[in-house]
């Protein structure tokens, strides 16, 4: 019977389990994210480093391509940390472009029109709802850093010589590891610009302005004040210091662990905070 | 022992520094007998609050809350499963469709994918939205945003729905039509309803229990028609003359009476006392009667009562106790 002719009648029926309906969120998030041309556009974009690493790696390890040629050449297309270090710098930034399109229409929408209490009035936590809208962003971050990373650190295993991996597996390890980190911080920021300004315009730049301005700021200040604490506000060095670490490469000059970590922590607690204080079914006047 | 819809023990919240319900203690409704619960009570009083600590929004500092027999704050969950809310506030998604935002909404609530694309159709018929379902809920009317609030507070079919003034800012036919639904709701799908409303109206019209809260704190809790049953038929008299001897003449004569301004008198009659001696007995005092009406209180002297606007009609505060006894509340 056609549904106009056949009235409401109360589901009374079996419900979905509860991580069923939480999948939804990021299902329907997605959805909305994977709509934008633009975004489609600059996954595309986005492959053409990788592509580019990987008829490198190719070259690297097919000896009969650059044979005759001196040592040093040799040097430059050894594949080593430094050169996974730099995929990962490219592709990072490759990612926050990505979270300033795609995060500001994740969390606004609902924001806008007093959408939350909707959600939360279902059983959905704050917790739960946040972590539903970042998986959205971490699936689309992810196939544009660790995913393309890890397939080109296989691709260069399967090539290389016997011992190579034994010998660079810190390498594999970083890359995994520190593009998660990562994207972890960039869907944070992602979410919390969408959380904290409406205009997708000015949230997509407070995204930018967050990596770029922020680390900018950063440099500044050391070289002004003649101080280290100006990466405690620099999310790309100390990130980048964590990869290094993770990678078994040398430091950047200046940076510790200690610091790029309590950097990190910092940058995670006050973005976790921003989300916590927005992320609230009503507003109470205190 | 039948399970109440709502079952609130001294429950205190405080928002703030500021302490917003003061140990509200009732239980509400018959969970499964589709009745409808009036939530009523000037700004201020604590209404909105007392929905949204049933919701999870505000944690209980004292006391305790039950939905449906299950703990509001340590059984959030399973509260929210069960339990549709109209928000008073304009609350949806611009960018989706009617059926887009109904589909999901059902699906977060536990509907299967289908189920939920074939509830938010048969829903959005049900409200009216039917043709404008494909429509973003952005290019909706003030009035048609408000069904699709509807819309989406039953799509999953649950057992307690709470609705926010859910006839504010709307026209008398969408009034109308959103009174009916309510209806509906209680008496063809079995849903307990909680309305909460300013307009007195609308709740005399559906609902078949009310609680008053005023300051914080119940101050008044009936069933209605227990209520109109055991409120006692009383007298309108307005008469014009010096009426000052009026009282006492009254008294003599069995009827209990008050005295509401110059020359108004509500009076309660003896069973054997007929409305047409009260014309001989004001002609005796030299009073020209201008009007005579014989009534039973209206939820709005119900309502104003309880917030010590008006006076009690005589004998009523007994009444009222006896109906609190008798109608199970």
């Not at chain 1, 391509?65 to 990072?92: C, E, H, N, P, Y």
């Not at chain 1, 290094?244 to 607690?269: D, I, K, Q, W």
């Not at chain 2, 500021?18 to 201020?44: D, F």
């Not at chain 2, 809790?221 to 109109?228: G, K, M, T, Y």
Request: charged share 20%; hydrophobic share 50%; proline share 4%.
């Amino acid at each position: 019977m056609a549904v106009y002719k056949r009235g409401y009648q109360r589901y009374e029926g079996p419900r979905t389990s509860h991580m069923a309906r939480l999948l939804v969120m990021p299902r329907e998030a997605w959805r909305r994210v994977s709509g934008q041309r633009i975004v489609t556009a600059l996954i595309a974009v986005s492959c053409i480093w990788p592509l580019l690493c990987a008829l490198f790696i190719y070259v690297s390890n097919h000896t009969e391509l650059w044979a005759g040629m001196g040592g040093d050449f040799r040097k430059l297309l050894a594949i080593d940390a430094s050169f996974f270090l730099t995929f990962m710098k490219v592709q990072s930034v490759i990612s926050v472009l990505l979270a300033a399109l795609a995060g500001p229409g994740l969390i606004a929408p609902d924001l806008g029109n007093q959408g939350l209490g909707l959600y939360f009035s279902r059983p959905i936590s704050r917790l739960e709802y946040a972590l539903a809208k970042m998986a959205a962003l971490v699936w689309l971050l992810s196939l544009v850093t660790w995913v393309p990373g890890l397939a080109l650190f296989l691709m260069q295993v399967s090539m290389a010589p016997a011992g190579w991996a034994a010998e660079h597996w810190t390498v594999g390890a970083a890359v995994v590891f520190g593009f998660w980190q990562w994207v972890a911080l960039v869907a944070l920021v992602g979410l919390a610009s969408s959380a904290w300004v409406r205009w997708r315009l000015i949230a997509g730049a407070a995204v930018l302005g967050y990596f770029f301005v922020l680390s900018g700021i950063g440099v500044l200040v050391n070289a002004i004040f003649r101080v280290e604490w100006g990466d405690l506000i620099n999310p790309l060095r100390a990130s980048y210091g964590l990869w290094c670490v993770l990678a078994g490469a040398e430091l950047p000059r200046g940076l510790s662990l200690p610091t790029a970590l309590l950097a990190l922590a910092l940058m995670g607690s006050l973005l976790a905070l921003a989300l916590e204080r927005r992320l609230r079914p009503v507003e109470v006047v205190r | 022992m039948s399970q109440p819809v709502v079952e609130l023990e001294d429950l205190h919240v405080t928002l703030g520094r500021r302490e917003i319900l003061h140990g509200v203690s009732c239980r509400l409704g018959v969970s499964g007998r589709g009745r409808a619960i009036g939530l009523l009570g000037p700004n201020g009083a604590g209404k909105s609050t007392l929905i949204r600590t049933l919701l999870g929004f505000h944690e209980p500092c004292g006391g305790r809350a039950r939905v449906l027999g299950f703990d509001c704050r340590t059984e959030r969950r399973r509260v929210l499963e069960r339990i549709g809310y109209m928000p008073e506030t304009d609350s949806f998604i611009a960018s989706m469709t009617g059926v887009e935002f109904l589909r999901v909404m059902g699906a977060l609530s536990g509907l299967p994918d289908e189920i939920a694309l074939e509830k938010a159709h048969e829903t959005l018929f049900h409200v009216g939205l039917g043709e404008a379902r494909y429509r973003t809920l952005g290019t909706y009317s003030l009035g048609m945003r408000q069904m699709a609030r509807l819309a989406q507070a039953i799509v999953h079919g649950p057992e307690l729905v709470i609705l926010d003034e859910p006839t504010n800012g709307l026209d008398p036919s969408a009034r109308r039509r959103m009174l009916e639904l309510i209806r509906q709701m209680k008496e063809e799908h079995g849903m307990s309803v909680i309305v909460c409303s300013h307009l007195l109206a609308d709740v005399e019209q559906v609902c078949d229990e009310v609680m008053i809260l005023k300051d914080g704190r119940m101050v008044h809790h009936a069933d209605l028609e227990a209520e109109r049953r055991a409120n006692r038929r009383f007298v309108e008299l307005e008469v014009e003359g010096d009426d000052g001897a009026l009282g006492a003449a009254l008294e003599s004569h069995g009827a209990a009476c008050v005295h509401e301004s110059p020359g108004r008198w509500r009076v309660v009659l003896p069973p054997d006392f007929d409305a047409g001696q009260l014309w001989k007995l004001a002609a005796s005092q030299g009073l020209s009667v201008r009007r005579l009406t014989q009534r039973r209180d209206t939820l709005e002297e119900i309502f104003m009562k309880a917030m010590g606007l008006m006076r009690q009609t005589p004998g009523e505060a007994v009444a009222s106790e006896e109906a609190a006894a008798h109608g199970g509340l």
